[in-house]
């Protein structure tokens, strides 16, 4: 990349809304900016890494806000966190598709506006500020620009119980309901440990979960069903 | 988590297993060890943090490796290393097995010899030295016990599979990405067989696939759209 994608005027709107100034490798915010249509030099390999750092990141702040919270729900908080449209509706707060570099056919078929883009952008300028400036400085800016969303994170919605939130998933998707199998108990009468499957009829897997009851099994099961899904989607 | 669960002699040989010393938090090793099944204060968020680790370091060191190479196949060869089969081959070469605290139940049914259990107490072991000491030694354990395998990542090795590069020969022609849809799904539970149609949206001709699960019928769809459109060329 000879010179400057960004105009300079450009440049110094950015660095202000990303609180972020490239300074050791300036080259790096035109590249995050570029989407393939536009160019072989684009953003798709910083969107690799950044995805990847962005995961991690989040990862840590859930674990560090939710010292006793088991991991099926960590992982289904991270989800909402991570997913295609909270990434894109934090690239139009912080306006990123007026800087996109698109080609021609993807600027008129309204790319500068399209979730999949916008999230893809978001994670390329966190793998370019990483790139630029380490891990302590590419945490701090996905720590602001999820800040208040994170503050939203409350327990009391994601610990509305499992087995209904996955009803009620699976009946928006017009999915038939799970069914909740038995296949073990274990351990002293007073001190049981049941495990359950949670069978989804059209997945191709069993998520089984264990408690010291039936309802607790059958709930932890369902956690584990919910975050895969949430995953997939 | 009052005392160590691992004696001793256990905790010394793991400490040159793992070349890895938890002088901060002892304790942290304990319960990268211990499956829900043996205790409630188990290994499950330490496994949700260092899986988001390794992917990182992974990644980086990847992006690193390869300079040219573009985002698609370093996702495939990232997906090489970190899935569960590859995990469990480095578990038991670092003889995690061994040191592994199981409930009776799960000690009875092999648990300690189980890939997705020896993936996990890999991934939370990572969460742990990172836990305890930082990233900068956590990414030194990753890419210590994946030197030979990352040292192998020959591209011309990394066979693609026929999903991928059906993709990358229609975005090399500026075409639509394929739709995978089931179209069947047949046979008893434990062995059934999933029947899906490949759709290019330009093309009118639809390919289908079958295989005992949903991913192998996709490649194989998109293995025979793949003959087809190679065959036209």
Same mark, same amino acid.
């Given at each position: 990349?000879?010179?400057s994608r960004?105009n300079?005027?450009?440049?110094?709107?950015?660095t202000?809304i990303?609180?972020?100034?490239f300074?050791?490798?300036?080259?790096?915010l035109?590249?995050?900016?570029?989407?393939? !249509?536009?160019?072989? /030099?684009?953003?798709?390999r +910083? %969107?690799?890494?950044?995805?990847?750092i962005?995961?991690? @990141?989040?990862?840590?702040?859930?674990?560090?806000?939710?010292?006793?919270?088991?991991?099926?729900?960590?992982?289904?908080?991270r989800?909402?966190m991570v997913?295609?449209?909270?990434?894109a509706?934090?690239?139009?707060?912080?306006?990123?598709?007026?800087?996109l570099?698109l080609?021609?056919?993807e600027l008129k !078929?309204?790319?500068? /506006?399209?979730?999949?883009? +916008? %999230?893809?952008?978001l994670?390329?300028?966190i793998?370019? @500020?990483y790139?630029?400036?380490?891990?302590?400085?590419?945490?701090?800016?996905?720590?602001?620009?999820?800040?208040?969303?994170l503050?939203?994170?409350?327990?009391?919605?994601?610990?509305?119980?499992?087995?209904t939130?996955l009803?009620?998933?699976l009946?928006?998707?017009?999915?038939?309901?799970?069914?909740?199998?038995?296949?073990?108990?274990?351990?002293p009468?007073?001190?049981?440990?049941?495990?359950?499957?949670?069978d989804?009829?059209d997945?191709?897997?069993?998520?089984?979960g264990t408690g010291?009851s039936?309802?607790?099994?059958?709930?932890?099961?369902?956690?584990r069903?919910?975050?895969?899904?949430?995953?997939?989607?």
């Amino acid at each position: 990349m000879q010179k400057s994608r960004l105009n300079r005027e450009q440049r110094e709107r950015l660095t202000r809304i990303l609180a972020h100034d490239f300074q050791h490798q300036p080259e790096l915010l035109d590249r995050a900016l570029t989407h393939r !249509s536009f160019s072989s /030099d684009n953003y798709e390999r +910083l %969107e690799f890494l950044g995805d990847s750092i962005l995961n991690f @990141i989040i990862a840590e702040d859930i674990c560090d806000r939710f010292p006793d919270t088991d991991e099926g729900t960590l992982s289904r908080l991270r989800s909402s966190m991570v997913r295609c449209e909270t990434l894109a509706e934090i690239g139009r707060e912080l306006d990123l598709g007026s800087y996109l570099l698109l080609g021609s056919g993807e600027l008129k !078929s309204g790319g500068y /506006d399209r979730d999949s883009i +916008l %999230e893809d952008v978001l994670e390329a300028i966190i793998g370019a @500020i990483y790139r630029d400036a380490g891990m302590e400085l590419a945490r701090a800016f996905v720590l602001r620009i999820f800040a208040d969303r994170l503050k939203r994170l409350d327990l009391s919605v994601s610990l509305k119980d499992p087995k209904t939130r996955l009803q009620e998933l699976l009946q928006k998707e017009g999915r038939d309901l799970p069914e909740y199998n038995i296949i073990d108990v274990s351990g002293p009468p007073h001190k049981q440990v049941f495990k359950v499957e949670c069978d989804l009829a059209d997945a191709d897997k069993l998520y089984s979960g264990t408690g010291q009851s039936r309802r607790k099994a059958e709930q932890d099961a369902a956690n584990r069903a919910l975050a895969d899904l949430l995953e997939q989607n």
